[in-house]
């Protein structure tokens, strides 16, 4: 007689090598995943430093136009609103130097600014948002007044003392 031999045939995959499958995906999810979140976060904070240098460079356009930058009154309506001018001749050399109104930081704060800066250099002005967490005085506040803003915005830890005027408190 025969003598028959049974040949196992695999025709699948154990349950051992389906979870470590599973695991594998679901570690690359989660490094792809913490990855991408930090980069939106960088990515907004550079948007709202891009921002404020366009303020900046409009700011910069108005004091050349006027010999001033606007005062806490007019605050930066001045930069997109003719009527946020107060003196008639003033009113007469005055050109929208900003399409958009930008009341707002993108974290839906007020853009903070004061003529005359308390941090140094009278002569120029104070601009700055509170930053993500919406506090003043914390490491995520941007200002105008640091050492390192020679070549644009940069984050710093020192807010402004006493508030100030911001762009929309000025009738935006």
């Given at each position: 007689?025969?003598?028959?031999?049974?040949?196992?045939i695999r025709r699948g995959f154990t349950l051992i090598e389906v979870m470590i499958v599973i695991v594998i995906v679901l570690a690359l999810g989660s490094l792809v995943a913490?990855?991408?979140l930090g980069t939106k976060e960088r990515a907004e904070d550079?948007?709202?430093?891009?921002?404020?240098?366009?303020l900046k460079q409009a700011l910069k356009n108005f004091r050349f136009a006027h010999n001033r930058y606007p005062t806490d009154e007019e605050g930066l309506k001045a930069l997109w609103d003719k009527t946020a001018i107060q003196d008639e001749e003033?009113?007469?050399?005055?050109?929208k130097l900003l399409e958009e109104p930008m009341l707002k930081d993108r974290y839906g704060n007020e853009w903070g600014?004061?003529?005359?800066?308390?941090?140094g250099d009278e002569t120029a002005y104070d601009l700055w948002s509170y930053g993500r967490d919406k506090l003043e005085n914390t490491?995520?506040?941007?200002v105008s007044w640091t050492a390192?803003?020679?070549?644009?915005?940069?984050t710093g830890s020192t807010s402004p003392a006493g508030g100030g005027s911001s762009g929309s408190k000025s009738g935006g």
């Open positions: 007689m025969y003598s028959r031999r049974f040949v196992s913490y990855n991408l550079d948007l709202v430093k891009i921002d404020m240098n366009t003033e009113a007469k050399k005055w050109t600014y004061r003529q005359k800066s308390e941090h490491n995520d506040d941007l390192e803003d020679k070549d644009g915005a940069s």
